[in-house]
């Protein structure tokens, strides 16, 4: 219906506008019929005035004829012959005489029919009506002429020539002419030629009806216009007139030229109405372009309004996560060191006294990462950020997520630096609860860093260091494990990472070496293999000891490619020995994997390519892993010892029985040995409860079909206790400290037993040192067997007992 009313008032101005022209164009059409039309009978009675003024002195000229003719006749005297003496006057064409009781006289033989007619028609007229004097009769239609004649009394005008002349004869002189003649000679023709019709007639003075006698058409004329002719004067008839009327022969107002106008009029109401309407569509159309525009406007602003919002929100939306993490919630570390110099600037400003900041890492986070999935991760430190806010919420601070494991405490106005260590402490103590995660609960505990700042001098930037400092320093302190700051910890860590940019040119600096502790046969004592230790002989320390630098490599990710050198270094060591010893001797070196390692996705493709390349047969290369190594990334350590397995190499658990669930790794994962390690070996002389361990794990050994070694074994006893309980193999000190490649080679070239060494008197040196800003007295037992024994010889170091501070 919508659609109907807008296509209906969409017409509706073309149809005014339609009507309005029609009517206009009528109104001018009509006024211009009617002034068209008066002018062409303007030119019309023109025209027959003028045809008018040409057949006028035609008649004149027959009146005057005829008065002549009278006149000459009144100048003959009357005699009793009328006829005789009227027979004396020379004729003429179209005249005759005639008496007064209309009887002709005298007239032409050939004329006198029409003489005879004539004077019929005057004795019809004057029986009616006499007419005494002068009179034109006509037109009268005699036979197939139409005539007009004129009479005049012959005594009308007649005067006496003499005194002697006799009576006057009584009758008339009359004069006629054909009409057919005078129309020629008015050239009335001409009025067909120039587009009119034309209709002579005569008058009757009694009826004032006209008697049409000449006519164009043959019907009468109508809406004419006409013209009297005037009659001679001396011969008019009062109240008959002859008249000529014409008319146009396609009317006043031509029907081509009115259909032309009419037509035209409807063009024009067409194009008007057409043109309104378009006009109209299109002021509709623009109407509907500015509204759709208008909406469009409308639309786009709301749009644009809701954008800005949705702008403003995602700006609050960006710099809430710009300066929050976002699973905890808690400010980030950009917000954390934006607080912690606003608080440092107060403190120039002396409106603050005192600030601490603490760094908290959660101990083996990237452990339950691994196992229990990045979700249990980010739940935990969740959990965790929930129970810390309990403990900031009492004093005025900041806490803040430092990292993936890691949160920042910043303490405003502390009192002292105990008052932090006891912050420090209560964070701690909220970790004593378990923690559920994934159906799991989990005790875990963290390690902490804290400084104290008291001028407002430092960056901000220098005091995260400091706290950051005291928290490497916890990670490897042995008992405290919230530590603060102290100045001689930047040495030590600068040391540290001057170690650190010196284990990166290491290898290329070949200042790696590997050194080779024989694997001993207990029951023979000869030497079946070698375990490959690695070392550094570092330029200005001198030789270190894999736990000075491996914790480094592992951080730096520098320990996949020093293991791979390990590896090739072992494998064409192993390659030299094979090479060299007798076919029929067998041997093994085993090598120690990291975690790290096993993340190695291309190691398997290493190994393999390198047996290929030496063609070292897999039971010549072994490889050993810890349970730290394991749960690190259970999934990807099974698919990595698997395929290594898949080599034929073998596999030994290293450190068995030491940790929390070895025998849940030997159903896991596909070993064949296993080492006993040092609590259990160093101590069974003595220990009947460890001997009885160190006998059952043998026994579980076998019966899982694992080949056992015991690893530092240091004393007599403790081999030959070994030896009884049915180890298979053994190293320690006792066989062997580690030794060169080429050494080791000789060993198992002699196929001798081993000879225990001898122990000797150790030699103790006594130096001061510095553990981790403490006094510490250093002892170091050197044994007099070579100097390599020296640079390994162990070391023992006494300072003082600081637990949790």
Known sequence: ????????????????????????????????????????????????????????????????????????????????????????????????????????????????????????????????????????????????????????????????????????????????????????????????????????????????????????????????????????????????????????????????????????????????????????????????????????????????????????????????????????????????????????????????????????????????????????????????????????????????????????????????????MNVAGSLKEELRSPFDLRRHRLVVSATMGVTWVESGQQRAEDIVREADIALSAAKQHETAKILGYAPNMAGQAANLVSLEADLHVARERHELQLLFQPIVNLQTYKMVGAEALLRWRHPLEGVLAPDRFLGVAEETGLMVPITRWIILRAVRVAEDWRRRLPASQPFFISVNLSPAALRDPGLSQYVASLLRETQLPPASLKFELTEAALINNVGAARETLDQLHGLGLQLILDDFGTGYSSLNYLQLFPFDFVKIDRPFVNRMASDQANTGMTAAMLQMAGSLNLTAIAEIIETEEAAQALQAMGCDYGQGYYFSEPIEAETALQLLRSDQPFQPRQETSPTVKIRPLEVDGSPTISIRFDEPSDQLAQETSPTVKIRPLEVDG
């Not at 039309?37 to 009675?45: F, L, M």
């Not at 008839?237 to 146009?248: D, M, Q, V």
């Open 1 to 420: 219906m919508t659609w109907i009313r807008r296509r209906q008032f969409s017409w509706a101005p073309s149809v005014a506008v339609l009507a309005v022209v029609l009517i206009a164009g009528s109104r001018m059409i009509a006024l211009s019929v009617r002034h068209d039309a008066a002018v062409a009978r303007e030119t019309a009675a023109s025209v027959a005035n003028t045809a008018v003024g040409q057949i006028e002195p035609l008649l004149q000229k027959l009146a005057d004829l005829a008065e002549r003719r009278a006149a000459l006749a009144a100048a003959v005297p009357a005699q009793k012959d009328t006829l005789g003496s009227l027979g004396s006057l020379p004729a003429a064409a179209k005249t005759f005489w005639m008496t007064s009781d209309d009887n002709v006289l005298d007239s032409r033989p050939a004329e006198s029919a029409s003489a005879n007619g004539i004077a019929g028609e005057w004795r019809s007229v004057d029986s009616v009506h006499p007419l005494p004097g002068a009179a034109v009769l006509g037109p009268m239609r005699l036979g197939s002429q139409w005539l007009i004649a004129v009479r005049f009394p012959m005594t009308a005008s007649s005067t006496a020539s003499s005194p002697l002349a006799g009576p006057r004869l009584p009758g008339w002189s009359l004069a006629y002419a054909d009409l057919d003649g005078l129309i020629a000679a008015s050239h009335l023709g001409r009025l067909t030629e120039m587009g009119y019709d034309f209709e002579l007639s005569q008058v009757e003075p009694d009826s004032s009806r006209s008697r049409s006698f000449v006519n164009s058409r043959t019907e009468h004329l109508t809406d004419t216009v006409a013209a009297r002719i005037r009659l001679p004067a001396a011969a008019a008839i009062p109240g008959s007139y002859l008249e000529l009327a014409i008319r146009p022969r396609d009317g006043w107002f031509p029907a081509t030229l009115l259909a032309s106008e009419i037509g035209l009029l409807l063009f024009l109401a067409w194009l008007f109405a057409f043109g309104t309407h378009e006009l109209t569509q299109e002021v509709q159309r623009s109407r509907a372009a500015l509204v759709a525009a208008l909406q469009r406007q409308r639309t786009t602003n709301q749009r644009l309004a809701a954008e800005m919002q949705q702008r403003l929100d995602l700006q609050e939306t960006f710099d809430h996560a710009r300066f929050h993490d976002a699973f905890t919630g808690l400010p980030n570390r950009r917000y954390f060191m934006d607080q912690l110099d606003r608080a440092l600037r107060d403190l120039r400003k002396q409106r603050r006294q005192c600030l601490a900041v603490i760094i908290v890492d959660i101990v083996r986070f990237k452990i339950i990462n691994d196992i229990l999935g990045h979700t249990a991760g980010d739940e935990l430190m969740v959990q965790a950020a929930h129970r810390f806010e309990k403990i900031t919420s009492a004093f005025e601070g900041v806490l803040a997520r430092w990292g993936g494991d890691q949160f920042a405490v910043l303490i405003l106005d502390i009192a002292s630096r105990e008052a932090a």
